[in-house]
DNA sequence: GGATGTGAATGCATTCACAGCA
DNA sequence: TGCTGTGAATGCATTCACATCC
């Protein structure tokens, strides 16, 4: 039994990935006022299939709260404000999340900068680096503290994410300190496997892998249009 | 027939990318005086099986350029430096990849500070963006220039790479631009879906997808501690 | 002994194809 | 007719288990 796409939760990673995609494509297409969307608009306008779409979708069905069957509407699509909805509240998105930032070099500066998170229900509440220079500088509104007021202030404000954007060489360390006050999350962009207990979730970005992969993708298609 | 990891080529996608892993790894183990290693020990510094391991390497056996049958030696593993140069030729960062980057806003400026493209194989050679108050100012070693004098310096210089740095909004444009000057391969860290030609590789990096997933993961783990 | 390399087995993700509904 | 939701079929990724080699 349990044969398709298994009805009922444990959303698979990959789905759940997806899903991201999905809201964040949702959110472009409310902007320009659409109203509905079909599962096979949807799949093309992010080069996947129809199939995928609603297979994907249908592990919203029976989420935590929502006690609705049927999300989309036969005949006519998914209604953007009401799966928008359910994708946020099933994402955990729905609610504002506070996120401590260790690390201020160029990475780091960027992710202050950057406007993006703010839109998807993030919010950078401090930054931390051990470099004293660096310690009181300003970046927006936000100044940098030393790494020792890094426990403190997770206890005393209840955060649950981080980013850590320190040299690789620190990046161990930091999560060691992150996880002994008790965080739940780690976004890690520093390009070291991070070893952490299994109730911490974390996830990776190195920007030089998909980098190396588009190098291997034109070394390949070179090779192939060579001998052809 | 070809069961198994398909000895021979087309390297599928999730192997390709677990290479690039692996050629970091093997990178910082050199760093550290390491000679040899072997699939578990691999394995288990990037939170996998050593059968995965083997499994993947075994693509590299027969890939293009490289005659050698065997590329681990049994019962002592894999020679570091041997793995090392043969994941970079089948990766196709054996060589130097000129880069240009378009956006020289908040993220642009940030990848052009990062310094982790330079130790890979990659360099950034020029910055443009289409905002005439940016254009001359000065970013370490590279001053921006204007997007209008893109598509002559892609040809000028036989660049097959870019980054997409700019708002969502002008991430298609620049795309479509590029494409029509003959780019090879695209990464793009606009949250949109380009649509380019096929003989374009894409890739793209959405630093607020994997923030969601990791609160979707703490979610669902509250959850499951909740009630039970 | 200790490791690789790989056919065979498993299990999971995706697609197909169609019943059912508006 | 147009589209969703889903069981069944496919196909791919991962793991198992073992022959093999130093």
Known sequence: MASGPARRSPIPDPVATRLSLYLRQLETLDRRGLKTISSSQLAESLRLTSALVRSDLSYLNFSSTSRTRKIGHSGMGYRIDELTALLRCTLGTDRLWEVVLVGAGNLGRALLA???????????????????????????????????????????????????????????????????????????????????????????????????????????????????
Chains 1, 2 share one sequence.
């Open 114 to 228: 950057y406007g993006g998170f703010a839109t998807r229900g993030f919010r950078l509440v401090a930054v931390f680096d051990c470099d004293p220079k660096k310690v009181a500088t300003s970046y927006g509104e936000l100044s940098v503290r030393p790494v020792t007021d890094l426990v403190p202030f997770i206890h005393e404000h209840s955060i649950s994410l981080a980013i850590i954007a320190v040299p690789a060489t620190d990046a161990q360390d930091v999560a060691d300190t992150l996880t002994a006050a008790g965080i739940d999350g780690l976004l890690n962009f520093a390009p070291v496997s991070l070893r952490v207990p299994d109730h911490v979730a974390l996830r990776d970005v190195d920007i030089s892998v998909p980098l190396e992969q588009i190098a291997f993708d034109v070394t390949r298609r070179r090779q192939i249009t060579h001998l052809s």
